[in-house]
């Protein structure tokens, strides 16, 4: 009726042929489907704790109900040609020459538990807040006269041997404690008021201090050493020494020496070796040591002296705290870093890394052999991997949920430390 008819529904011509599939195509799908059942599963087959190899457990099917702390990774590089010696200790396993930085050594410290005796009577000391400080230390093995007044005495006839002059000022330190009371009677005669001394220390900080107008900065550098995070450790006399002339050029903050116009030594043409003291340093604080770093410390078997990678001069504390995590991924970093190494002293060297894992509140295990090489470590992806460590086993613990480095030991109360002022949007 309406003048047109509708195609008919059954196939005809070759259309009529029944549909089949291929004998392939049939393979093939049950070849993907067992591969899909078996390869989310292949970490059982693999021997250790997956949780912490993360061996085979990439596209796996398993419980995401694990919680994971970990230290900050310690990337070490040796160069064969900078560092001859295959133990790596003393100062004198660093062909400085060769190296071509600055002849600097980070002595890194527990500032509660600095033996001051063990320290040079002259001695770099360095935190985030007041940079590079000179300190005369009358509590070193080698100063006999411990005096304020000898000390001073002292301290004219070492300018005058390494100089040839005066430092600017000699100054005795004092308590962090006397500088905030100081700075909050100030402050709330401006109409300020504070809530308890963590306040008015990160106000000062924030407003005059590194972060602020670095006003209060010549104050803040007469505080005791280690003060923010620590109490004084022992009674003793430490002289803060102020030298222009030995600062790095600019305004900067926080202020640093030039190593290049250093002397630990008597007066000479060339720079000598500086050994810049320093506490515990935060995520946030990789802007204080240069990409490239020597770093010292004491082991069982005498003096350490490596280079040492600024993992958070590089990454943010996130990325970082991954890196530290995950093996594979600690691996493929080393080969970053290696390949960095490589850019700028034409040589590959060895990287090897440092960095413990909890597991669900567990003791800390290291997470990779500290003794390999990453940067050449082949990759096995269905089978273990040698240098991946296995998890320890132990009881769960009462460890601190705390991504700082400056955590309180238990029963001791938590000092005073400054915090970063928060970033604006």
């Not at 190899?53 to 040796?78: C, D, H, N």
């Not at 040609?81 to 295959?86: D, K, L």
């Not at 089978?383 to 001791?412: C, E, K, M």
Request: charged residues 20%.
């Amino acid at each position: 009726a309406l003048g047109w008819k509708g195609q008919s529904s059954v196939p005809v011509g070759k259309w009529a042929k029944p549909f089949t599939l291929n004998a392939w195509t049939v393979g093939g799908m049950v070849v993907w489907t067992v591969f899909q059942g078996l390869f989310p599963i292949r970490h059982v087959l693999i021997p250790g704790d997956v949780r912490v190899t993360f061996e085979g457990l990439e596209w796996s099917w398993r419980l995401k109900a694990e919680v994971y702390q970990s230290t900050p990774v310690e990337i070490s590089l040796r160069d064969p040609v900078i560092q001859p010696s295959t133990s790596g200790t003393g100062a004198g396993s660093i062909d400085w020459k060769a190296w071509g930085g600055d002849p600097v050594i980070y002595h890194p410290l527990e500032s509660g538990k600095c033996d001051w005796a063990m320290l040079p009577e002259v001695a770099v000391v360095l935190d985030p807040w007041t940079g590079d400080r000179i300190l005369y230390n009358t509590l070193s093995a080698s100063v006999t006269d411990r005096s304020e007044s000898a000390a001073k005495v002292r301290i004219s006839q070492l300018w005058k041997q390494r100089y040839g002059r005066l430092p600017d000022s000699v100054n005795r330190s004092v308590p962090l404690a006397r500088i905030l009371e100081g700075y909050e009677r100030s402050m709330r005669a401006r109409g300020y008021t504070f809530r308890n001394p963590q306040e008015t220390l990160d106000t000062l900080n924030t407003l005059n201090g590194r972060f602020g107008d670095g006003k209060l900065m010549p104050v803040l550098r007469r505080m005791d050493p280690f003060a923010m995070t620590a109490t004084r450790p022992s009674s003793g006399v430490f002289l803060v020494i102020e030298d222009r002339q030995l600062m790095r050029p600019g305004s900067s903050l926080p202020p640093r020496i030039d190593p290049v116009v250093w002397r630990e030594e008597s007066a000479s043409a060339t720079a000598g070796l500086m050994r810049v003291f320093h506490e515990s340093l935060g995520m946030g604080e990789g802007d204080l040591l240069p990409r490239w770093y020597v770093t010292e410390s004491t082991e069982a078997d005498g003096t350490r002296v490596e280079f040492r990678w600024n993992l958070f001069r590089d990454v943010g504390p996130s990325k970082g705290m991954h890196i530290s995590t995950q093996p594979f991924l600690l691996r493929r970093y080393a080969q970053r870093v290696a390949d960095a190494w490589a850019s700028d002293q034409g040589r590959r060297p060895e990287v090897r890394a440092r960095t413990q894992l909890s597991l669900n509140r567990r003791p800390f295990n290291p997470v990779v052999d500290p003794t390999a090489d990453l940067a050449s470590e082949s990759v096995r992806w269905f089978g273990h991997n040698p240098w991946i460590l296995d998890l320890q086993r132990g009881s769960p613990g009462s460890l601190q949920p705390d991504g700082t480095v400056l955590i309180p030991a238990p029963g001791v109360s938590a000092p005073i430390s400054p915090s970063r002022p928060p970033v604006q949007p």
